[in-house]
């Protein structure tokens, strides 16, 4: 009979026994209460309910009500009624002596039991008092509670209440295999061995005892016999059962280091609910990893992106490894980096950092200097047998990333400072230090290899350098002593620097004023036919020292090689030719070449000077009327010239000697009314008083004068003695010239030689560097017109602001100065600032232009090539012109150095990258990391781009840990940490996505 019902008869027979004194209402069959208890017994609940509900308020008999009660609870049980634990309460509570109160928490214990609701069967049959039971109860009582409790994963519990069970005959079968399935979850395999094999003949639970049998061989380590008693039951397993199978056999022969069996059942494991963890990632790629399938053991390997633990670092050392044996060495230095950061096997974690230390000294390091690397290796383990080794990899490391100063510091330390090493990192520290324009520290490092070093060619190089640190400073005398010393060593000419010493020297002569020695070296250099734009310079430069000694044929013979050189300064070779003309008194023919110049270079800076020594040329031959139309061409053509007083008084006095004296006087007064109180006005002065003297009107001539006081009051021989007395003092360099020279300006703030003297105290603070003050008087002389001294005192205060970053207050000298000055250095000086100037102040158009200006003018040297170069990839990137940024950029990569190389490099990747070419743009950036390491802010922003490409490749690994290196190494750059930060969290975000199915 089943349960429910012998449970119900039971309770119906004992209410009919227990009131068989009642009212005929309650004992006949056909009253209420049988009624409604026929009902619950048809499983008509509600309608059962209905009427006990209705009894319950006509029954006083407290017997009576706790039945309907108990029948009301159980109902609301079966009907999962809210109310249905509240009832339950309510009938212990109100009834506690009734016979069935133990009962109704069995019944819904039974109830959720047979329904499977585990969690409310435990939470009822607790509230059962056992001690209440009947045995068969009891058993029943213990069988679910343990069940419960194994379904909790509580096996020590669940075990308690099934060993009660073992030997009952309803339970004990069942009891057995649950018994035993509790100690092998607990790990205690002789007895869940001993009750499985109780229950192994019975069909109900045998065809799971093959599985917990090959697990426990598995835990028990006796590997062979799991993959016996796995495959037994292997192929005709499914679904999961299968997958733990696979794992169970596919580990065993791992352990036996039988990989290539292994790999097929570790790949068949589907993972705990369908998700691999880091050892199962591991497994697989260490089995491929051992059968040379390198590849594939990089591919399961790299799937462990967040490991921080003994299995991780043990998978990163052998994908380094792999790495190795596929020639990926930059991926393999970023594994050893990541296993050498962790410390579970600390073994492991020295060879990895020993193995770092090199890869980053053979590739460039992305991540830090490979020196430093290098010094904590040897710092972290003193007593390494590779110290020697390292050690001389610790100093070439400091060359290859032109770490000079450190080599030199190191090989100081270790005393090793008479090494060809030494004095190669010496000599190069000099070279670094002239770059940077530091000449006299540069030259503390040439002179430690002339004293400290045996090796002849870096002595003999230093030689040349120091001469060249010494020009740069102008000490000229001792760069010529340095420059013959270097050229009295002939065992070295091939070098490249001795075929420019005589050119060197001869300019050191040349700003000796030795015209004689540097026409002699020029010379010289010449013979040795260097290139163009060297040769070019060495005749005019020539032709310069012949002009300067009074050797004109010879100075002309020299401008003539030059003007057939053509191109920049063919100019200047064609104007000094024809002023050559003039000096050996052929003035005709000077004539000719100055008029031949005109019609060459009508674009010329040195246009206004040869219609100036036209004009002039012509007066000295009487021819006056082609002297006033040539005078007349330039004060048209070039009003601001800085011949225009001259050029005025000269016509003055062509129409004064011809008697056309209104003309003359309109000339003269011209030159007083726009240059007032200065030498040439007052010689007009003197003109055009002698003009009106000689017409009878001297009332006419003081009235005129009137109108310029300094006319009245000028005493021009105090003014040219207190002068005279203060220019003495500054061409003595005696200390009171200052004094001397603001004394003047105080007695004479107008006075005839202002200009001079406000440039000559100018010159003389900016002598003693006292800059400011020297720019007063610059300032001063540019602020008046037109005159001897303007185009120094611009370009003097263009300087004065470039050197203090006033880039915007530079400006409107720089093209002041573009605009006045004649001289090819000036306009150079201008254009190449300029285009600094324009870049600074965001003018990015403007700095362009002029950074073309610069390429395009032959007298730009190496620097302002270069510099205009980095201003074209920088401004044109800005302004979106990727395509001149790229040429510019790729341009630079091959010949800069330092920063920019850096920079252009890192530009170089990020376009490959652009285009696709994840491969090339790391290549490039293993370079820029190799070269320029200390560079850190690029190496930063190609280490970003780096794994931005490396995860394009889908290699998630390096991806991921190159920007955990960023994050952790490049804190002092925020914007590009920031940028790190957002990748690596995308990229796990969707790494984590690919996870979610496993991948075979």
Do not use: C
């Not at 090494?419 to 940077?436: D, F, I, P, V």
């Amino acid at each position: 009979m089943n349960y429910k019902w012998l449970f119900v008869y039971l309770i119906f027979f004992s209410i009919f026994q227990f009131y068989g004194q009642a009212s005929d209402q309650f004992y006949n069959p056909d009253t209420k209460f049988l009624k409604a208890v026929n009902l619950y017994t048809d499983q008509s609940y509600k309608a059962a309910e209905y009427e006990f509900q209705k009894l319950k308020e006509d029954i006083t008999d407290h017997q009576l009500l706790g039945d309907i009660y108990f029948y009301l609870a159980s109902i609301a049980v079966r009907t999962d009624a809210n109310n249905a634990d509240e009832l339950l309460q309510y009938f212990t509570q109100h009834f506690p002596t009734h016979p069935k109160r133990t009962l109704v928490y069995f019944d819904a214990a039974d109830y959720y039991f047979s329904n499977k609701d585990l969690k409310k069967a435990q939470e009822y049959i607790l509230q059962v008092d056992p001690g209440e039971l009947s045995p068969s109860e009891y058993d029943k009582y213990n069988f679910y509670l343990g069940y419960t409790y194994l379904k909790q994963n509580d096996y020590k519990k669940a075990a308690r209440l099934f060993e009660k069970l073992l030997n009952s005959d309803k339970y004990g079968k069942q009891a057995k295999y649950y018994y035993a399935y509790a100690a092998y979850k607990q790990d205690d395999f002789a007895k869940a061995q001993k009750y499985f094999d109780m229950v192994a003949d019975d069909a109900n639970f045998s065809i799971k005892l093959p599985y917990y049998k090959a697990d426990m061989l598995f835990k028990l380590q006796q590997f062979e016999k799991a993959i016996d008693e796995a495959k037994k039951i292997y192929d005709k397993a499914r679904g999961n059962e299968k997958s733990q199978l696979a794992k169970i056999i596919g580990e065993s022969y791992f352990n036996l280091e039988q990989y290539d069996k292994a790999i097929p059942y570790l790949k068949a494991y589907k993972g705990h609910k369908g998700r691999w963890n880091n050892i199962d990632y591991y497994q697989l790629g260490y089995a491929y990893y051992k059968t040379g399938d390198y590849d594939k053991a990089i591919d399961y390997f790299n799937k462990i992106i967040n490991g921080n633990d003994a299995v991780a670092q043990n998978a990163y050392y052998h994908l380094a490894d792999a790495y190795l044996a596929t020639n990926q060495k930059m991926k393999a230095l970023n594994a050893f980096k990541k296993v050498s950061e962790m410390s579970f096997d600390p073994k492991m974690q020295e060879d990895a950092l020993y193995n770092y230390a090199k890869l980053g000294y053979e590739l460039g390091n992305p991540f830090e200097n490979s020196s430093e690397v290098i010094m904590r290796y040897l710092k972290k383990y003193p007593d390494t047998p590779y110290r020697q080794e390292l050690e001389d990899l610790l100093v070439n490391s400091y060359l290859t990333s032109n770490n000079y100063e450190a080599a030199m510091k190191l090989l100081e330390k270790n005393q090793q400072t008479n090494t060809e090493t030494y004095q190669k990192a010496a000599y190069y520290r000099g070279l670094e230090l002239m770059n940077e324009g530091k000449y006299q520290e540069a030259k503390k490092m040439f002179d430690k290899v002339l004293t400290q070093g045996f090796e002849p060619k870096y002595r003999q190089l230093s030689k040349y350098w120091k001469a060249e640190a010494d020009y740069r400073l102008h000490n000229y005398e001792a760069a010529k002593n340095g420059f013959e010393d270097f050229l009295s060593n002939n065992d070295y000419d091939f070098l490249k620097e001795s075929k420019l010493a005589n050119y060197n020297l001869a300019y050191t002569y040349f700003k000796l004023k030795d015209y004689q020695n540097a026409a002699k070296y020029f010379d010289k250099f010449i013979q040795t036919q260097p290139d163009t734009k060297f040769l070019k310079d060495s005749y005019l430069r020539l032709g310069d020292s012949r002009f300067a000694s009074k050797q004109y044929w010879p100075a002309m013979e020299a401008y003539n090689k030059a003007m057939t050189m053509k191109g920049a300064d063919a100019d200047y070779a064609h104007y000094q030719k024809a002023i050559s003309y003039g000096f050996v008194g052929k003035n005709t023919k000077k004539i000719d070449e100055l008029n031949s110049f005109l019609q060459k270079f009508p674009s010329s800076k040195l246009v206004p000077d040869a219609l100036y020594q036209l004009g002039s040329t012509y007066l000295v031959l009487n021819r006056e009327q082609n002297a006033l139309q040539t005078f007349d061409r330039l004060l048209n053509k070039y009003p601001n010239s800085k011949y225009l007083p001259v050029v005025l008084l000269k016509e003055g006095l062509i129409y004064y000697n011809k008697g056309q004296n209104d003309l003359a006087l309109n000339k003269f007064k011209q030159v007083v009314d726009k240059f007032p109180n200065t030498p040439m006005a007052h010689q007009a002065v003197e003109n055009i008083k002698n003009i009106y003297i000689e017409e009878g009107k001297a009332d006419a001539y003081a009235n005129w004068a009137k109108k310029y006081p300094w006319i009245a009051v000028s005493n021009t021989e105090l003014d040219d003695a207190v002068f005279a007395s203060a220019e003495e003092k500054y061409f003595s360099q005696a200390p009171d010239a200052v004094t001397e020279l603001e004394k003047y300006l105080q007695q004479y703030p107008d006075g005839l030689h202002r200009f001079k003297a406000h440039y000559y105290l100018a010159q003389l603070y900016k002598n003693k560097g006292k800059k400011g003050k020297a720019a007063q008087h610059y300032e001063y002389i540019a602020s008046q017109p037109q005159n001897d001294y303007t185009v120094e005192a611009v370009r003097n205060l263009a300087d004065f602001y470039l050197q203090n970053n006033q880039w915007q207050k530079a400006i409107p000298y720089l093209e002041r100065l573009e605009m006045a000055s004649n001289s090819p250095d000036d306009l150079i000086f201008a254009q190449s600032n300029l285009m600094k100037a324009y870049y600074n102040t965001k003018q990015l158009n403007s700095a362009i232009d002029y950074a073309q200006k610069v390429l395009n003018n032959a007298k730009s040297n190496k620097q302002m090539t270069h510099d205009a170069e980095v201003i074209l990839a920088r401004a044109s990137l800005a302004n979106g012109d990727e395509t001149k940024a790229r040429f510019y950029y790729d341009k630079l990569s091959k010949n800069a150095s330092g920063k920019i190389a850096a920079e252009a490099l890192y530009y170089v990747a990020y376009f490959q990258n652009k285009d696709g070419q994840y491969e090339a743009s790391n290549k490039t950036i293993a370079k820029l990391t190799k070269k320029y390491a200390n560079q850190k802010y690029w190496a930063a922003k190609a280490l970003v781009l780096m794994a931005k490409n490396t995860y394009a490749k889908g290699d998630a690994f390096n991806a991921s840990y190159i920007l955990e290196s960023v994050i952790k190494n490049f804190k002092q750059y925020p914007d590009i940490v920031q940028e790190a930060q957002d990748l690596l969290k995308n990229i796990k975000e969707r790494e984590a996505r690919k996870n979610e199915d496993v991948k075979n």
